[in-house]
């Protein structure tokens, strides 16, 4: 797989490890997903003509790990359009899913090839999509078309489908919301005599960890967290101090170290400030305990597989879920709240192709995405039945599961993983090993009284940056997993970092980006 993109997918979508919509099922891959894809779309746009149906609404979106054939998305596709039509539609919709590996260069490439790809997510960020003429303003339907969506997700959550005060598209709708939980052995925290209510964030793990290590001499306290898209391992310090009620600081992305403190819109580089100092220092102090594992920044081991090993007591995870949900995810363990997210960024939106042929159409279905639950249904989960069984029915959520003897990789048709990156996941079916009614509820409640960034929904184009960004990101990665794992005495080698990025033009980035965010706040 192209580790790049679906790593990409994840973070963005935490669709799999933060909120839980993932299965323990080995899947398998789909290495005509390309093809099947154009068959598709090609297969619905001559079917339509033949039927002297209406417009055809082309749907393309990204499937991870089990990409369905075409025979599998037909009688979804089928029994999607009857819905349609009962309901007083006057077009029909093309299904094109597409291996998540080839989705953001295939449907880009689709476009600028003036290929149908219809309504579709701009993985590559949505200014680069606005910027290179690959997506339709949205303002003419958002009183009609798209208004159900604009009352469901309200002009605060909107702002991360804007560029230049301009609606390109709308924000998936989701449980954003991260708590970050120290998991660890029930046993072993027993035995030390700490309780629950003496874990109040990460700086109070400290003398819990201490105990730890006190009576399990040969494992680890603490497992470190695998860094993302090059970035380095860590024990979760920046997340879990950046929270609202803590630094509160929002990270701007493209993994270049800057950040937003407080309720200021003043954007400064992560590596000079106290923020980042203490993150390190706690990691150091751990690591000069013997706290931690042995060459923690450069492992590539997961932190449950390192803790399911027996080679560590504990590890620190964000989850959408509820503490109960997951403390169920591993054996014999305690799930404690050390942290909680607030709203900072959304890149996970959706838009509508530039050479789409029927923009008001297309405008309807995607409404529909958020709003429909039968509709979101069909493209998540396929037909009841051949693809899903109904089992119950929690908390006003349907209960699901695969027919008997079957999984994720043998029904005719299924979009699970997906559930985190389309749509409306509030109005999702809860499918049997997935995220549970009670979790979905969770999430919801946490949405709802969501802290938002004093920055949401401003996006960074480092384009007229783009050599200083590369050259940021290449001298920092040099340092971070050092320091973040506490093998680097910061000390000694923050300085040398903070030198290192200057050199590469961290000031020209920082410039640009404040002058993009003050702009954006002119356009609020």
């Given amino acids: 797989m192209n580790k790049k993109v679906i790593s990409t997918l994840l973070a963005a979508a935490s669709v799999i490890t933060l909120i839980g919509c993932g299965s323990s099922t080995t899947a398998k891959t789909d290495e005509t997903a390309a093809e099947n894809s ?30 369905p054939t075409p025979e599998g998305v037909a009688p979804v596709e089928d029994a999607l359009n009857d819905y349609l039509k009962s309901i007083g539609k006057n077009y029909t919709v093309d299904l094109n899913p597409i291996d998540g590996n080839n989705y953001p260069t295939q449907t880009d490439m689709a476009i600028m090839s003036n290929e149908n790809v219809g309504i579709y997510c701009p993985l590559a960020g949505l200014s680069n999509a606005v910027s290179s003429n690959k997506l339709l303003p949205l303002d003419d339907y958002l009183g009609a078309e798209l208004k159900p969506v604009v009352d469901l997700e309200g002009d605060q959550m909107l702002r991360s489908g804007k560029v230049d005060g301009i609606t390109y598209a709308m924000p998936c709708y989701k449980g954003y919301i991260l708590y970050y939980y120290w998991v660890v052995d029930k046993d072993i925290f027993d035995a030390t ?3 629950g209510n003496d874990i109040t964030d990460i700086r109070s793990l400290t003398p ?19 860094g993302l898209n090059g970035t380095g391992n860590n024990y979760c310090q920046l997340p879990t101090m950046g929270d609202p009620d803590d630094y509160k600081v929002t990270d701007l992305g493209s993994f270049l170290g800057l950040i937003v403190e407080g309720d200021s819109t003043k954007v400064e580089n992560m590596y000079e400030t106290q923020y980042f100092k203490e993150a390190c220092e706690l990691a150091y102090d751990w690591n000069q ?34 503490a109960e949900s997951v403390a169920a995810f591993t054996d014999n363990t305690y799930a404690f709240p050390i942290s909680k997210t607030m709203m900072a960024s959304n890149s996970l939106v959706w838009g509508i192709a530039s050479n789409c042929s029927n923009p008001r159409e297309s405008a309807d279905f995607l409404s529909l995405l958020y709003t429909d639950e039968q509709v979101i249904n069909y493209i998540i989960y396929g037909t009841e039945g051949d693809d899903y069984v109904v089992t119950g029915e929690e908390n006003g959520i349907k209960t699901i599961a695969y027919p008997e003897g079957q999984d994720m990789n043998s029904v005719p048709y299924t979009a699970q ?28 409640e946490n949405m709802d009284k969501a802290v938002y960034s004093p920055v949401f929904g401003y996006q960074i184009d480092v384009t007229p940056v783009s050599t200083q960004a590369s050259a940021i990101s290449n001298a920092a990665n040099q340092y971070t997993g050092g320091l973040l794992c506490g093998e680097l005495d910061p000390k000694t080698y923050i300085p040398q970092l903070i030198d290192a990025v200057n050199a590469a033009g961290m000031q020209d980035v920082i410039a640009v980006a404040q002058d993009q965010l003050d702009a954006w706040k002119t356009e609020q």
């Fill in 208 to 226: 819990i960890l201490e105990k730890i290590h006190e009576q399990n001499p040969d494992i680890a306290a603490i497992a470190p967290t695998l």
């Fill in 417 to 444: 993983l997906s559930c985190g990156i389309l749509g409306n996941q509030f109005i999702m079916y809860a499918i049997e090993g997935g995220t549970s009614p009670a979790d979905i509820s969770f999430m919801k």
């Fill in 193 to 195: 005599g700490f309780a």
């Fill in 38 to 67: 154009t068959v598709q779309t090609t297969e619905a746009a001559a079917k339509a003509a033949s039927s002297g149906e209406g417009s055809v609404v082309t749907f393309s979106y990204p499937t991870l790990v089990v990409t």
């Fill in 289 to 322: 305990k013997g706290l931690t594992i042995k060459d923690a920044s450069v492992t590539t081991d997961t932190p449950t597989d390192t803790q399911q090993a027996g080679r560590a007591a504990s590890n620190i995870i964000g989850y959408g879920n509820s």
